[in-house]
């Protein structure tokens, strides 16, 4: 057994080598030793194995091959291949041939690997995978870091899991701690989700994703989209803040704001922070704010109630709304506002203390309106008002229109009577037990009064104007889709009188 071990002049430890046998043939190897037989090898703390060993004891590098040729970079790094150029001053292998780095969380196969001992790095360029648990990835080209564990994979990356798998052209993965750093374009698919993302990370382990930069989630039944976008895949649950999109791919309708919470375990979506609710009709789309909207889900994931407050206003071409507070439910298509809500249809302005609407399909069938109902409409200057009031009113729609209503019990009417030339002749007041009104092109045209009736005609009187308790909100109607974010001092009527405290809804006699 022979041990070369000459120091001289050499700028860097020489590589020392160990075998049954050593020849020297300078006709057929000029300048090399070669080691045969159990050769072992060893530099600065590594130690490899092979079946032959060309020493050039001048370049201070080995050329190895074997059938088992194992490198033990150190007691955790170990490499495996058929062949191995190694240089004892540049400190760089390189194996090729069924090559394979061994570490104490993956390995990494491909056919050539350089490996740089200075920087602990591996490298290769003609394709290779890592395995890490239950993780596979494979790439044209990668490097991997054996000191962090962080593998950067390059070109044609895949990522194969038995929960989800992955396609990009860059990306970076922690071997030790399970985390996929996203660096470029990458598409995430898992059971029916599927991810767009350019900057994030995502733990394996638990299934955690953190993604950035207007990255897209898509589910059987959502998309989303933001700028930061938190969520956990086991629990179906997440986080997003900064320009949330988030969409109803049946039913196309969606929320947005600056901070949505969804849980699909717990059933509930939660946005706040300028949130708005888009309704998509057959025609025209509803647009909702509220300062806090929650969407409540069934276990199929389909919406089965809502809630909006406060200060909620809403705005559809055919109507516009607000309230303090609206909630929803799906199973029997019936939005509730309470705390002063006001409804506005073309030209007719409705108010009560609790406002009920029913949809059919995707328009309005009817609404009731509960206590101190009131409904108005404009004659002259914003000065003249024609004007209902009842303990409730029963208000039916046509095409989002006001079709008809009947008002009781303890019905009032004033109602304007105008020349051609809209100049005002006087004023009718009646009361009654119920009267019924018809609208024509969102006006009122005729009304029937029913039992008790009571009523006058005579001139107007300045102090006789307004039913008691009437008011105007023009001011307060938001008249576009940006009014709905708009900002004022409305504050709901609080009544003082008792008289229809314990009025309860009833239905059309």
């Known amino acids: 057994m022979f041990v070369c071990a000459h120091a001289f002049a050499q700028k860097s430890t020489p590589i020392r080598c160990t075998a049954d046998l050593l020849q020297f043939d300078n006709g057929f190897f000029p300048d090399a030793q070669v080691f045969t037989g159990n050769v072992e090898f060893s ?125 990009a052209d860059s990306l970076r993965y922690n071997t030790q701690q399970k985390v996929v750093y996203f660096i470029g374009p990458t598409r995430m698919y898992a059971d029916s989700d599927f991810v ?45 803040w900064s320009r949330v999109f988030l969409q109803d791919t049946c039913e196309k ?42 969407v409540h889900l069934d276990s199929h994931k389909r919406m089965s109630g809502a809630e909006a407050y406060p200060q909620l206003r809403f705005f559809h071409p055919a109507y516009q709304g607000r309230c303090g507070r609206l909630t929803y439910s799906a199973a029997d298509s ?22 009920r609407l029913y949809m059919q399909g995707r328009q309005w069938k009817e609404a009731r309106l509960l206590r101190h109902a009131f409904a108005g409409q404009n004659v002259l200057c914003e000065t003249r008002f024609n004007q209902l009031k009842g303990d409730a009113m029963y208000v039916y729609f046509k095409d989002n ?60 009187e300045e102090d006789k104007r307004f039913l008691p308790g009437f008011q105007w909100f023009s001011i307060h109607r938001p008249v576009d889709r940006d009014a709905i974010f708009e900002k004022d001092t409305y504050v709901p009527a609080r009544w003082e009188d008792e008289e229809n405290a314990d009025y309860e809804d009833d239905e059309d006699e």
Request: charge should be negative; glycine fraction near 6%; charged fraction near 25%.
């Open 43 to 167: 530099h600065e703390e590594s130690t490899g194995y092979a079946d032959t060993v060309f020493y050039y004891e001048k370049a201070n590098r080995i050329e190895a091959t074997g059938k088992e040729l194992i490198i033990h970079i150190n007691d955790s790094v170990h490499l495996y291949g058929k062949t191995l150029r190694y240089d004892g001053n540049s400190r760089i292998a390189v194996l090729e041939g069924n090559v394979m780095l061994f570490d104490n969380y993956s390995v990494l196969y491909t056919d050539r690997l350089v490996f740089y001992r200075d920087d602990h790095c591996a490298f290769y360029e003609h394709g290779g995978r890592i395995v890490s648990d239950s993780a596979e990835m494979t790439s044209e080209q990668g490097y991997y870091h054996t000191n962090t564990k962080d593998a950067y994979f390059r070109r044609e990356v895949r990522v194969r899991h038995p929960d989800f798998s992955m396609e």
């Open 196 to 240: 767009y993302t350019e900057s994030g990370k995502f733990v394996t382990r638990t299934e955690e994703a953190e993604l950035y930069g207007r990255s897209k989630v898509y589910s059987a039944k959502h998309f989303l989209t933001a700028d930061t976008i938190c969520f956990d895949h086991l629990k179906d649950a997440g986080k997003a």
């Open 253 to 294: 309708h969606f929320i947005s704001g600056h901070y949505l919470e969804y849980d699909g375990g717990k059933g509930y979506v939660f946005a706040t922070e300028k949130a708005m609710a888009v309704y998509v009709q057959e025609k025209d789309s509803l647009f909702l704010h509220a300062d806090t909207l929650w």
């Open 334 to 355: 019936v939005a509730e506002m309470t705390l002063g809500p006001l409804f506005w249809n073309d030209s007719t302005q409705l108010s009560a203390d609790t406002f």
């Open 401 to 460: 229109r006001l079709d008809y209503m009947w008002v009781y019990p303890r019905a009032h009417c004033l109602y304007y009577i105008q020349e051609e030339d809209s100049s005002l002749i006087g004023v009718h007041q009646v009361e009654a037990e119920k009267m019924r009104v018809v609208f024509d092109s969102s006006e009122m045209s005729s009304i029937v009064f029913y039992r008790q009736v009571k009523g006058t005609f005579a001139p107007e």
